[in-house]
């Protein structure tokens, strides 16, 4: 178990290390390839946070282990709102005048009802993935024209964001390194039965042992250790925008990676192959629901966006602080049903 535990930690610190290494990469190749650094901003905003996740789900995925992905799909969004969020505010008030996230928020919230109601029988086909995939790329190309009529001052904020070095061969090494990094820190995330690496046995490591000897499912492996742990570099990085003043960065990464998220990561699962979706009895026979509190815990969170984005678009200390709390008692919810599970 102890090695478990080191090899997923060294494995968190490889990813947050490549993803870093990946996004700088990527953002030079872009600028030289001549994409404006606004676009590139707005591009990182969207996909960059989402890469640790995104990652760990493929490899989890390649590996027979969908339901630790998709857990940490769901798990994420309420990380990204309830402990990056809240952490963030916590450190500083965060003053938001990116006017396009309130539409957003709107997307997340009918994102993840829709994968509720596309998923009421179980399941998630590949016709529905898909629509899922297309709605992001619909939703991404509204955001950018939506974005380019923002105030002077946040369009000058999100360029800023995406500017980095345009050399070639350095941005090439960025890339290559992060992606290895990337790739090695998934595997040892994740382990579990048939996992190797560079000929080491992982069948004894990763996320799905220490899942199991801390008596959780694999939904709530994916939903608790996975997606906190993958949370925390954003954690870091989004409580010292705040304390520069970032709150637009901080709000659009936030809202970027769960619609990211709930579209793409999951509706992508589902392109790729139908996705089963583990069902929850809401009520004794009467009816169940797809990841039944996970996902209403994903929209009740993503609710909470909605008196700050059509408000006076600020997140208080306060705020910040009571996310905190909804998302401690959240996880005390979910391990207590697992101690009843169980």
């Known amino acids: 178990m102890l090695t478990a535990i080191g090899l997923f930690l060294l494995g968190l610190v490889l990813l947050a290390l490549g993803g870093d290494s990946i996004v700088k990469g990527a953002a030079g190749l872009a600028q030289r390839l001549g994409l404006t650094p606004f676009t590139t901003g707005l591009v ?6 989402s890469l640790p996740e995104l990652a760990v789900n493929l ?3 390649y590996h027979g282990q969908g339901e630790l992905a998709l857990g940490n799909a769901v798990g994420s969004n ?6 990056t969020l809240g952490a963030a505010a916590l450190a500083a008030p965060l003053l938001v005048r990116w006017r396009a996230l309130r539409p957003l928020q709107l ?10 109601a596309l998923g009421a029988d179980g399941t998630l086909s590949r016709v529905e993935g898909c629509l899922l995939l297309l709605a992001f790329v619909a939703v991404f190309f509204f955001a950018l024209a939506r974005s380019r009529q923002e105030a002077a001052d946040v ?5 800023e964001f995406g500017q980095t070095s345009t050399m ?19 595997k040892l995330i994740v382990g579990g039965a048939g996992m190797k690496l560079f000929g080491m046995d992982l069948s004894d490591s990763g996320a799905a042992v220490i899942g ?3 008596g959780l499912s694999p939904v709530l492996t994916g939903l608790l250790p996975v997606a906190i742990g993958t949370a925390l570099p954003e954690v870091a990085a989004a409580v010292a925008a705040a304390r520069r003043g970032h709150g637009n960065m901080v709000m659009g990464h936030v809202i970027g990676a769960s619609v990211f998220n709930i579209l793409v990561v999951v509706g992508g699962m589902a392109a790729f192959g139908a996705l089963a979706l583990p069902m929850t009895v809401m009520a004794p026979g009467h009816f169940a629901l797809p990841l039944g509190y996970e996902l209403l815990a994903a929209l009740a969170f993503a609710l909470m966006l909605y008196p700050v984005l059509s408000g006076e678009m600020r997140v208080s ?3 910040g602080a009571m996310l905190l709390v909804a998302y401690g008692v959240w996880i005390a919810f979910e391990l207590l049903l697992a101690g009843k599970s169980g």
């Open 44 to 49: 990182l905003v969207a996909f960059a946070t």
């Open 59 to 61: 490899v989890a995925i």
């Open 78 to 83: 309420v990380a990204n709102i309830g402990l």
């Open 107 to 116: 997307v997340l919230v009918l994102g993840t009802i829709a994968v509720l």
């Open 155 to 159: 369009r000058e904020e999100i360029s």
């Open 168 to 186: 070639l061969g350095q941005n090439l090494v960025r890339f290559i390194l992060g992606t290895a990094l990337v790739w090695i820190g998934s």
């Open 212 to 214: 199991q000897g801390l």
């Open 317 to 319: 200390r306060g705020e």
